[in-house]
């Protein structure tokens, strides 16, 4: 390319990019120029224009100055909310460490929210069982063990909230009992979580294996007792029952 065509090239294009900005610039200032006007509006009462001397000016400067804390708290939440909003979508894709990752986010703008440390807790626990190093049943490497740590914590913050919040006592019995083995713990949680769903043959079956791994015998066949009748589901009910008579070998 010729000097002067690569200088018209240049100036052209900077010229478009001039036209672009402004462009972008108009449509930011047009969606903020509601906030620029109220900030203009407390910048009257800083200390460059003096501070209010009328009862009236420092009612006016209060009330726009809380007006901006309360767009400031919306903007906050509504963050809040779409981060939660991508966790959702990345859990959707099983894309458990992403979901992690969107959900502290949201926790740091809605911490007192329940759900999100429940969310948390669930994909930190798909997360452990997808990390490289997971083996299996016995086998957890460091960075699975770091993920069932959280998963732990995030449960147990969310029933701290909420210690009616049955899906959390459900999901941390399922990790104490099948994965950390802590079966003890699983009791206590199914317990708190059968004050309210009496009717679960799942948190029986789940009551059934925890006095198992204790070697609680009678006691998990009671639960076997308990749960089958109410199963509908013929395989299910079959492999209950399976387990049931397995158990009674074993007594």
């Given amino acids: 390319m010729k000097k002067g065509a690569f200088k018209k090239w240049v100036c052209g294009f900077a010229g478009f990019a001039v036209i672009i900005g402004g462009i972008v610039f108009a449509i930011y200032y047009d969606k903020n120029r509601e906030r620029l006007e109220l900030a203009r509006e407390i910048a009257e009462y800083g200390p460059r224009k003096g501070v ?57 703008i ?42 732990e914590k995030a449960y147990l913050r969310s029933i701290e909230l909420e210690p ?27 317990t708190a979580y059968m004050e309210n769903r009496s009717g679960d043959s799942d948190a029986m079956f789940m009551m059934a294996r925890a006095f198992y791994m204790l070697g609680r015998y009678r006691e998990a066949v009671d639960w076997y007792d308990r749960g089958i009748p109410l199963v509908k589901d013929k395989g299910r009910k079959a492999e209950a029952e399976e387990n049931r008579r397995f158990i009674m ?3």
């Fill in 52 to 108: 209010p001397r009328t009862i009236e000016d420092l009612k006016r400067a209060i009330a726009a100055y809380e007006k901006l804390q309360e767009q400031h708290v919306k903007d906050a939440a509504q963050t809040g909310v779409y981060w939660k909003i991508l966790a959702s979508r990345f859990q959707d894709k099983q894309m458990y460490f992403e979901a992690i990752d969107a959900l502290q986010r949201a926790i740091e």
């Fill in 110 to 151: 809605t911490p007192g929210d329940e759900t999100l440390h429940y969310l948390l807790g669930l994909n930190a626990a798909y997360a452990a069982k997808s990390a490289y190093d997971y083996q299996g049943e016995g086998a957890v490497g460091e960075r699975s063990r770091r993920y069932f740590d959280l998963a």
């Fill in 164 to 190: 009616k919040y049955n899906q959390a006592c459900f999901a941390l019995a399922v990790l104490y009992i099948y994965e950390l083995e802590r079966p003890e713990e699983g009791i206590a949680q199914l």
């Fill in 249 to 251: 070998g074993l007594m």
